[in-house]
T-cell receptor, first 116, second 114 residues
Framework: AQTVTQSQPEMSVQEAETVTLSCTYD???????LFWYKQPPSRQMILVIR??????QNATENRFSVNFQKAAKSFSLKISDSQLGDAAMYFC?????????????FGAGTILRVKS | GAVVSQHPSWVICKSGTSVKIECRSL??????MFWYRQFPKQSLMLMAT?????????EQGVEKDKFLINHASLTLSTLTVTSAHPEDSSFYIC??????????FGPGTRLTVL
């Protein structure tokens, strides 16, 4: 079974600085998706960024980028120019790519605090 | 992005009563919906996968007679917590899957059982 590990329960970053959230996963599959979700205090899950395993290029969405290391099974999220609105719980998630690969497997989450 | 709604957003009930939570995909047909449970500052725990027109598939350890799931149409799935007890108090989140496999989450329902 696939597992996702987030080893940082909490992280802090100064506003306008850069922070990296770590995620590792375990799978025997070669093709899959990886995601980072943000859950602010409202508790609405928001997709931050998505990476397809067959793509070598790291995904980027504005201030958010990932460092995807397939061989190491590592998928970290970098947030640049941190803003107060980035404060949230961040979840790393895995999903298989096949037609029936519905389930998202979530990590334990990392609480990100942004200091002004 | 696509919109998924949940109703109610917050419910308080007495121990022993049943509570129904609705999950709707507002602008797309969802062949599959998922139900999660989340305790404070913890991750989402998948409870069951609901496919339209068929029985839900429950994760190990989730009581199917306790948490009844019905996916009667392509836009609506319901979770009924039967004979609720205080330990069932939690945040319940649904997500809906589009045909292209993208998943969208509802805003969640906070259940408090007194």
């Amino acid at each position: 079974a696939q597992t996702v590990t987030q080893s940082q329960p909490e992280m802090s970053v100064q506003e306008a600085e850069t922070v990296t959230l770590s995620c590792t996963y375990d799978t025997s599959e070669s093709d899959y998706y990886l995601f980072w979700y943000k859950q602010p205090p409202s508790r609405q899950m928001i997709l931050v960024i998505r990476q397809e395993a067959y793509k070598q290029q790291n995904a980027t969405e504005n201030r958010f980028s990932v460092n995807f290391q397939k061989a190491a099974k590592s998928f970290s999220l970098k947030i640049s120019d941190s803003q107060l609105g980035d404060a949230a719980m961040y979840f790393c998630a895995y999903r298989t790519r096949d037609e029936y690969g519905n389930k998202l497997v979530f990590g334990a989450g990392t609480i990100l605090r942004v200091k002004s | 992005g696509a919109v998924v709604s949940q109703h109610p957003s917050w419910v308080i009930c007495k121990s022993g009563t049943s509570v129904k939570i609705e999950c709707r995909s507002l602008d797309f047909q969802a062949t599959t919906m998922f139900w999660y449970r989340q305790f404070p500052k913890q991750s989402l725990m998948l409870m069951a996968t609901s496919n339209e027109g068929s029985k839900a598939t429950y994760e190990q350890g989730v009581e199917k007679d306790k948490f009844l799931i019905n996916h009667a149409s392509l836009t609506l799935s319901t979770l009924t917590v039967t004979s609720a007890h205080p330990e069932d108090s939690s945040f319940y989140i649904c997500s809906a899957r589009r045909p292209n496999n993208e998943q969208f989450f509802g805003p969640g329902t906070r259940l408090t059982v007194l």
